[in-house]
Nanobody, 122 residues
Framework: VQLQASGGGLVQPGGSLRLSCKAS????????VAWFRQAPGKKRDWIVC???????DYRNPVRGRFAVSRDNAKSTVYLQMSALKPEDTAVYFC?????????????????WGQGTLVTVSS
């Protein structure tokens, strides 16, 4: 049972990137999935989530630029990031929760991916 986050890399400001979070060993249908990020020297913050019923919620700094989607048949949640800014540079983590809610508290998430680094720089 694990989550595998991937898709990070170096991108120029204004560019786009798509992250993937693939679940192995369990069905993603029964979980809400959130993305967090941790910028250098800062704490990890919740930025977006996809509830079990596929309703979505976004934190203000990424609203309108990031889009979360899920493909339960592939057990994968995607984070499409557009109009990237240098302040989006961070390690991005995905995590699952059994709650059908978007919650910001890390302790409400039971399984975490390993993180993937996104660097936005010219």
């Amino acid at each position: 049972v694990q989550l595998q986050a991937s898709g990070g890399g170096l991108v120029q400001p204004g560019g786009s990137l798509r992250l993937s979070c693939k679940a192995s060993g369990f069905a993603l249908d029964y979980y809400s999935v959130a993305w967090f990020r941790q910028a250098p020297g800062k704490k990890r913050d919740w930025i977006v989530c996809s509830r079990k019923n596929d309703e979505k919620d976004y934190r203000n700094p990424v609203r309108g630029r990031f889009a979360v989607s899920r493909d339960n048949a592939k057990s994968t949640v995607y984070l499409q990031m557009s109009a990237l800014k240098p302040e989006d540079t961070a390690v991005y983590f995905c995590a699952t929760s059994t709650l059908d809610l978007c919650v910001v508290e890390e302790e409400m998430y039971n399984l975490w991916g390993q993180g993937t680094l996104v660097t936005v720089s010219s």
